[in-house]
């Protein structure tokens, strides 16, 4: 299994961004897929996932400007950022599960960070 993460960069404030995790391996519509966040000195932070039944999380920081979708043709889950802070500065990560949950635990399988940098 792996699972490509991209789509990471420099933005400014109020910006967007849009992360894609691509899977091979495993089939992204039949797991829990999700997003954390890690910033130096700090474990990785939920940020949002999509349940295998299409139910839809996320952390209340981002709730309302993030959108997680999964694009089942491509078996990529993307998360459209919008709105962005200083504070979602961080290397974003993608995992997959049996089970939607916030707990870094509940996720067998990780992608390689992308560094997302919010900064004017």
């Known amino acids: 299994v792996q699972l490509q993460a991209s789509g990471g960069g420099l933005v400014q404030p109020g910006g967007s961004l849009r992360l894609s995790c691509t899977a091979s391996g495993l089939t992204v519509s039949s797991y829990a897929m999700a997003w954390f966040r890690q910033t130096p000195g700090s474990e990785r932070s939920f940020v949002s996932a999509?349940?295998?039944?299409?139910?839809?999380y996320y952390t209340d920081a981002v709730l309302g400007r993030w959108t997680i979708s999964r694009d089942n043709a491509e078996n990529t889950v993307h998360l459209q950022m919008n709105s962005l802070k200083p504070e979602d500065t961080a290397v974003y990560y993608c995992?997959?599960?049996?089970?939607?949950?916030?707990?870094?635990?509940?996720?067998?399988?990780w992608g390689q960070g992308t560094q997302v940098t919010v900064s004017s």
């Open positions: 995992a997959a599960g049996p089970n939607a949950g916030v707990g870094a635990l509940m996720y067998d399988y």
């Open positions: 999509i349940n295998y039944n299409g139910k839809t």
